[in-house]
């Protein structure tokens, strides 16, 4: 599906975000989109360059000491570049803030073993509890969000003082409505204050900070990037950091595979079967109707018939 095919005619209602497609009908505004290469940040770059369409898109990938910053870096540039071949206005920077996992306790940030999430226990509450301290990276998404902010401001001060015009740049961000447990990070009332914040921590003010998919579930949002021609393949979720990489049988590129037993990788299989469209992520783990593509690598058998 090429820029041509893709017009806010497009049934996007379900997203609760009338005042972002609202925007792209009322007036021509710029996009900062913070990315980390995953089944959410990158289903939101295509939903804001091929829907919300702004004159420019400045994507941002963060470094804060990640294990999985080769393979996000990776999934992230190669969007990039599908994009920027057909013509959209998008550009990338990569932002080093590798002192922010210096200070974090998280799992993602360490060398340790990811511990195995068992399937029964994703949607358990008492154990998404314990599971939050794993992954929680501190003030991770209000540093994200200021960053972006950082950019939109220099931007618009750039052009006022050459040519006393302004250059207005929107924050968005792919959070989204987390379960059986939200992080406070991810949440309605992160997105109110965090605009708040873009309000009165900058000069002129008028920067929106925006997270479109906020009320979503995750299988929604594989449906939405399905509908955008997201490249799954091309998108990573896992919490380890693999060393194994192979040719996509649908690809003639390398790319991650995914361990298959951590509680991302887990909720992004579980999304694309409630979504009912083919899993096209290569595992290290043997879901049920997988098939074995390359010794101890498995792929959805159905996502190889498309």
Same mark, same amino acid.
């Given at each position: 599906?090429? +820029?041509?095919?893709?017009?806010?005619?497009?049934?996007?209602?379900?997203?609760?975000?009338?005042?972002?497609?609202?925007?792209?009908?009322?007036?021509?505004?710029?996009?900062?989109? @913070? *990315?980390?290469?995953?089944?959410?940040?990158?289903p939101? @770059?295509?939903?804001?360059?091929?829907?919300?369409?702004p &004159?420019?898109?400045?994507?941002?990938h963060?470094d804060?000491?990640?294990?999985?910053?080769?393979? %996000?870096?990776?999934?992230?540039?190669k969007?990039?570049?599908?994009?920027?071949?057909?013509?959209?206005?998008?550009?990338? &920077?990569?932002?080093?803030?590798?002192w922010?996992?210096?200070?974090?306790?998280?799992k993602?940030?360490?060398? %340790?073993? *990811?511990?195995?999430?068992p399937?029964?226990?994703?949607q358990d509450?008492?154990?998404?509890?314990?599971?939050?301290?794993?992954?929680?990276?501190?003030?991770?998404?209000?540093?994200?969000?200021?960053?972006? @902010?950082?950019?939109? %401001?220099?931007?618009?001060?750039?052009?006022?003082?050459?040519?006393?015009?302004?250059?207005?740049?929107?924050?968005y =961000?792919?959070?989204?409505? $987390?379960?059986? *447990?939200?992080?406070?990070?991810?949440?309605?009332?992160?997105v &109110?204050?965090m605009?708040?914040?873009? %309000?009165?921590?900058?000069?002129?003010?008028?920067?929106? !900070?925006?997270?479109?998919?906020?009320?979503?579930?995750?299988?929604?949002? =594989?449906r939405?990037?399905?509908?955008?021609? !997201? +490249?799954?393949?091309?998108?990573?979720?896992?919490?380890? +950091?693999?060393t194994?990489w192979?040719?996509?049988?649908? @690809?003639?590129?390398?790319?991650?595979v995914?361990?298959?037993?951590?509680?991302?990788?887990?909720?992004?299989?579980?999304?694309?079967? $409630?979504?009912? =469209?083919?899993?096209p992520?290569?595992?290290?783990?043997?879901?049920?109707?997988?098939?074995e593509?390359?010794e101890? !690598?498995?792929?959805?058998?159905?996502?190889?018939?498309r």
């Open positions: 599906m090429g +820029k041509e095919n893709v017009n806010l005619k497009l049934n996007f209602s379900f997203l609760n975000c009338e005042r972002c497609i609202r925007m792209g009908l009322e007036q021509k505004r710029n996009a900062v989109v @913070l *990315v980390s290469g995953g089944a959410d940040s990158i939101l @770059l295509y939903y804001v360059v091929k829907v919300i369409k &004159e420019h898109t400045l994507a941002i963060v804060y000491g990640q294990r999985m910053m080769e393979m %996000e870096r990776f999934c992230v540039t969007n990039i570049d599908y994009l920027k071949n057909q013509d959209y206005n998008i550009s990338l &920077e990569f932002v080093d803030v590798k922010l996992g210096k200070l974090s306790t998280s993602l940030v360490r060398d %340790e073993p *990811v511990p195995e999430t399937i029964e226990k994703i509450p008492e154990a998404a509890r314990e599971r939050i301290l794993w992954w929680w990276d501190v003030v991770r998404n209000l540093q994200l969000i200021t960053i972006g @902010l950082a950019y939109a %401001e220099s931007f618009d001060l750039q052009s006022y003082l050459k040519n006393r015009r302004r250059c207005v740049y929107d924050v =961000i792919g959070i989204r409505r $987390e379960t059986p *447990v939200p992080m406070k990070d991810n949440t309605p009332e992160f &109110e204050e605009n708040h914040v873009a %309000e009165v921590s900058t000069h002129f003010g008028g920067y929106k !900070v925006y997270a479109p998919f906020i009320s979503l579930d995750k299988h929604a949002i =594989i939405l990037g399905t509908m955008l021609d !997201v +490249k799954w393949e091309y998108t990573f979720s896992c919490y380890t +950091k693999p194994l192979i040719k996509h049988p649908k @690809l003639e590129d390398k790319i991650p995914h361990c298959g037993r951590c509680s991302n990788c887990r909720r992004r299989h579980l999304a694309f079967i $409630e979504a009912n =469209i083919p899993d992520t290569p595992y290290e783990y043997k879901f049920e109707g997988t098939i593509i390359k101890g !690598v498995y792929i959805d058998k159905t996502a190889l018939q």
